[in-house]
């Protein structure tokens, strides 16, 4: 994430059926607090009643507006998205992700990033995975647990 482009919601246009078939696929790459407002103000209009994105209710509205404002404060912080330290690039990816996945309804594809410890390790690596691909492992992860149980090689004390 060396440069991490800022691409918000109007990125996602293209891949709206309505919009493809409309006009040119949107790609912005923001990397400033200037060039974040320019798209702000354009995602902020799409929201309007008449706007592309007019649809979406309060809450996702709300949801949008604060993503959008913790975008703002992030990069108003440093200056420019690649000047952010590796945690804060982190909160910025995935405040992008989310303002992309309310706006566009697509909320599986948004892609969710934390950094994590490898057993006996005390390194942190980043891991990136769709929000349907964390459903599935977890999912998985209590399956196996479970099935483990029933067959009677796990164990659950009682009364505790």
Do not use: H
Not at 10 to 31: E, I, N, R, S, Y
Not at 33 to 39: H, L
Not at 87 to 111: C, M, S
Request: hydrophobic fraction near 35%.
């Amino acid at each position: 994430m060396k440069s991490l482009g800022l691409v918000l919601a109007l990125a996602a246009c293209g891949v709206a059926g309505t919009a493809a078939a409309k006009g040119p696929q949107w790609k912005f790459k923001a990397d400033t607090p200037a060039q974040f407002d320019e798209q702000a103000t354009k995602v902020r209009e799409e929201m309007k009643p008449d706007g592309q994105y007019g649809e979406i209710g309060a809450s996702d509205r709300n949801a949008v507006e604060a993503d959008l404002g913790k975008i703002a404060e992030l990069l108003g912080r440093k200056g420019s998205a690649s000047a952010l330290s590796d945690g804060e690039q982190v909160e910025l990816a995935n405040a992008q992700e989310r303002v992309n996945a309310v706006l566009t309804r697509n909320d599986g594809d948004r892609l969710v990033c934390t950094y994590e410890r490898r057993s006996g390790s005390n390194f942190k690596y980043k891991s990136c995975m769709t929000a349907s691909q964390r459903d599935a492992v977890r999912r998985k992860s209590q399956e196996g647990f479970q099935n483990e149980l029933l067959k009677g090689g796990g164990s659950q004390m009682k009364g505790n």
